[in-house]
């Protein structure tokens, strides 16, 4: 979704940095590309380690997820072309519906479908 729906990357990025600090450890962009494509689940269960708290793999998703919705709701995440065409049902290019499809977690994908502007 990120990069497909709208422009968030930077966003978990954030997230996973913000994670990290709060448990004393600092974060590169190296670290950000590394967990870059993962699952949710994946990127958890590392970020975790990398803090050297692999039994925090929840409270990582949870604060993650957090964070990305609250900048999604303060509109850090702008709609991309094509975005709108979701919203309304209608059939964005192949490659956009690929990744539409294929973006995890769902809830992500209903949050933002629903505060798409309707065309």
Same mark, same amino acid.
């Given at each position: =979704?990120?990069?497909?729906?709208? &422009?968030?990357?930077? #966003?978990?990025?954030?997230?996973?940095? @913000?994670?990290?600090?709060?448990?004393?450890?600092?974060?590169?962009?190296?670290?950000?590309?590394?967990?870059?494509? =993962? @699952?949710?689940?994946?990127?958890?269960?590392?970020?975790?380690?990398? %803090?050297?708290?692999?039994?925090? %793999?929840?409270?990582?998703?949870?604060?993650?997820?957090?964070? &990305? %919705?609250?900048?999604?709701? $303060?509109?850090?995440?702008?709609?991309?072309?094509?975005?709108?065409?979701?919203? $309304?049902?209608?059939?964005?290019? %192949?490659?956009? $519906?690929?990744?539409?499809?294929?973006?995890?977690?769902?809830?992500? #994908? $209903?949050?933002? #479908?629903?505060?798409?502007?309707?065309?």
């Amino acid at each position: =979704m990120d990069g497909v729906i709208v &422009y968030s990357e930077h #966003l978990w990025g954030e997230s996973w940095s @913000s994670f990290a600090a709060q448990h004393g450890r600092a974060w590169t962009d190296d670290d950000s590309r590394a967990l870059q494509g =993962m @699952s949710t689940g994946e990127w958890a269960a590392a970020l975790a380690a990398r %803090v050297d708290r692999p039994e925090l %793999v929840e409270e990582a998703r949870r604060h993650c997820v957090g964070h &990305y %919705v609250a900048a999604l709701e $303060r509109g850090e995440g702008p709609a991309l072309d094509g975005a709108r065409g979701s919203r $309304r049902g209608g059939r964005p290019p %192949v490659s956009r $519906r690929a990744g539409v499809l294929g973006a995890p977690p769902r809830h992500r #994908l $209903r949050f933002l #479908l629903a505060r798409l502007p309707a065309a």
